[in-house]
């Protein structure tokens, strides 16, 4: 299996996402054909796979309960906002790659657990409310809205030790399984979204609708992985010869 593309967020994310995308799929005869056989009932499986992943990893590692609705619908707008801060940042601070990364958290990052997720998610909230940023950031569209929506959704959780694993007999193993099977999953669903882009491009705009049912520019949320380009050098003039 390709192991290039791998979820930068947590696991809920894809699982709910997935959910909505092998819908749309299932519900478009046109998908399917442009895809192996069997492979929307490959990837329900590896939905179910690691849902079942996710309560066995809990039970190894003695986490809390699985997340309630109103949480799964909150880490889906807190990593909205979390992108949408970042977005923001790197029209507002174009080329400070330091600060985008340490304080935006821009680029990608290898832990996806959710105590990790919200660490992250507290380090951007920090800087957007910050003093010394959100003047500038204003200046580039953000207003105070996106800022309590962000508060909101991250609200909707405790402090992020609180999710932090904690390692007991097996967990190691059941976490190696549980990532192998969510790249799994990802890979398959970005397989169906590019089918789903093939065949219901944007060059028509009657696709619109069919388009939002694939996810299609809103998954997978952008974790910050471009920065924004630094501006190019000025040249450097040539020196004048001097005069004979």
Not at 150 to 170: C, H, I, M, N, W
Not at 195 to 207: I, Q, R
Request: net charge negative; glycine share 6%; proline share 8%.
């Amino acid at each position: 299996m390709n192991n290039n593309h791998r979820p930068h967020f947590p696991v809920a994310i894809l699982v709910h996402n997935g959910d909505l995308i092998l819908s749309a799929a299932n519900n478009h005869a046109e998908i399917p054909k442009r895809l192996p056989d069997g492979y929307l009932t490959e990837t329900d499986g590896l939905l179910t796979k690691v849902t079942a992943d996710i309560s066995g990893q809990k039970t190894a590692k003695g986490e809390l309960g699985p997340l309630t609705k109103q949480q799964t619908d909150s880490l889906v707008t807190l990593h909205h906002c979390m992108s949408q801060a970042r977005k923001t940042a790197k029209l507002a601070f174009p080329g400070q790659t330091v600060k985008l990364h340490q304080e935006f958290q821009t680029g990608a990052h290898d832990q996806n657990d959710l105590a990790s997720f919200l660490g992250r998610a507290d380090i951007v909230l920090g800087s957007v409310k910050s003093d010394k940023n959100l003047p500038t950031l204003k200046l580039k569209g953000w207003t105070d809205a996106e800022t309590t929506a962000f508060l909101t959704a991250r609200d909707a959780f405790g402090p992020a030790e609180q999710y932090r694993e904690k390692s007991v007999a097996g967990a190691k193993d059941t976490t190696a399984q549980k990532n192998a099977d969510a790249a799994a999953l990802y890979e398959h669903i970005l397989t169906i979204q590019n089918a789903a882009d093939l065949h219901f491009p944007t060059t028509d705009s009657a696709n619109a609708g069919v388009r939002d049912e694939f996810r299609l520019g809103i998954f997978p949320p952008d974790h910050g992985g471009n920065h924004a380009p630094a501006p190019a050098p000025t040249p450097t003039p040539a020196p004048t010869p001097p005069a004979n």
